[in-house]
């Protein structure tokens, strides 16, 4: 069940493969995150001693937690990834133009995961072809 999809890393770039990850949180922010208090429009990925973490991953505060359990909302995130995906990732964004990006965020098994995205960014006349692709696909459905 998906919670949040990030729309602009899917018109902003060239997804060239997909990994499902999960994500170390607090259980406010789990919370929060379950009645769709998250953002990932500004939010990367990036590795940092052979581990992932995930910055701008903003996670409002959920409304009912105690004083002394609050969390800060723009804190970084640890990515819970196997050892051989993370060297596929870093050997992927050795290459010049390639970056990793949170597409969904999404709840399976009741435990939340995150589908990360390592991605090339389109270029202008590609992201035009995009939004002609898309324009074709409204038109279809109206006339259905």
């Given at each position: 069940?998906?919670?949040?999809?990030?729309?602009?890393?899917?018109?902003?770039?060239?997804?060239?493969?997909?990994?499902?990850?999960?994500?170390?949180?607090?259980?406010?922010?789990v919370k929060?995150?379950?009645?769709?208090?998250?953002?990932?429009?500004?939010?990367?990925?990036?590795?940092?001693?052979?581990?992932?973490?995930?910055?701008?991953?903003?996670?409002?505060?959920?409304?009912?937690?105690?004083?002394?359990?609050?969390?800060?909302?723009?804190?970084?995130?640890?990515?819970?990834?196997?050892?051989?995906?993370?060297?596929?990732?870093?050997?992927?964004?050795?290459?010049?133009?390639?970056?990793?990006?949170?597409?969904?965020?999404?709840?399976?098994?009741?435990?939340?995961?995150?589908?990360?995205?390592?991605?090339?960014?389109?270029?202008?006349?590609?992201?035009r072809q995009?939004?002609?692709?898309?324009?074709?696909?409204?038109?279809?459905?109206?006339?259905?």
């Amino acid at each position: 069940m998906s919670i949040v999809n990030n729309r602009k890393a899917y018109f902003e770039y060239h997804i060239i493969e997909e990994f499902e990850a999960g994500i170390v949180l607090l259980g406010s922010e789990v919370k929060s995150i379950r009645m769709g208090n998250v953002t990932l429009t500004d939010s990367f990925i990036y590795l940092k001693s052979g581990e992932v973490w995930i910055k701008n991953f903003k996670v409002a505060r959920y409304k009912q937690t105690h004083l002394s359990e609050k969390h800060e909302d723009n804190r970084e995130k640890k990515l819970l990834l196997t050892k051989t995906q993370i060297i596929k990732i870093s050997r992927m964004m050795e290459d010049k133009g390639i970056t990793c990006v949170p597409l969904q965020v999404f709840s399976k098994n009741n435990k939340l995961k995150v589908k990360i995205g390592v991605v090339k960014g389109k270029k202008l006349y590609d992201k035009r072809q995009s939004i002609k692709e898309r324009d074709v696909k409204r038109e279809m459905q109206r006339g259905l």
